[in-house]
């Protein structure tokens, strides 16, 4: 049930596009263990004065290849597991088109099982008792 959104700067292709979504994806079953089917995400393309860095921080180098990933799950990750889906969505990607990790900001939302609905006006996560 995580949700994704990815935002990049305009003109990445097609196949560019498809190998981040699916690194992540692939990092989010290998470390957070969700099913296969559960693929919600958006790729924005942005101009590139609409994606904003420094030019470095925390002493990371950052370039014009700057790649924002914020993901949105429910609550209940400990802090090893979150380290691990960082660490596994920066490999995915370099494994797939050698993307410098330092160009990957991601941030991790968490919420819980009432603030999901996957449509019929419901909230299918809700356990009713």
């Known amino acids: 049930m995580p949700f994704v959104r990815i935002s990049l700067v305009k003109g990445a292709t097609v196949d560019f596009k498809h190998?981040?979504?699916?690194s992540i994806h692939q990092a989010l079953i290998d470390t957070f263990g969700i099913p296969e089917n559960d693929l919600f995400q958006i790729?924005?393309?942005?101009?590139?004065?609409n994606i904003i860095y420094p030019p470095q921080?925390?002493?990371?180098?950052?370039?014009?290849?700057?790649?924002?990933?914020?993901?949105?799950?429910?609550?209940?990750?400990?802090?090893?597991?979150?380290?691990?889906?960082?660490r596994a969505i920066a490999d995915e990607?370099?494994?797939?088109?050698?993307?410098?990790?330092?160009?990957?900001?991601?941030s991790l939302i968490e919420n819980s099982e009432a603030d999901w609905s996957f449509g019929k006006s419901e909230a299918q996560l809700v356990r009713n008792h």
Not at 43 to 49: T, V
Not at 58 to 86: D, F
Not at 93 to 106: A, E, P, T
């Open 43 to 49: 790729i924005e393309e942005l101009d590139n004065d």
């Open 57 to 86: 921080y925390l002493g990371i180098p950052h370039t014009e290849k700057m790649i924002y990933i914020r993901v949105t799950a429910k609550l209940g990750r400990s802090t090893q597991m979150k380290q691990a889906l960082y």
């Open 19 to 22: 190998h981040i979504s699916q």
């Open 93 to 106: 990607i370099y494994r797939r088109i050698q993307h410098n990790s330092n160009n990957l900001v991601i």
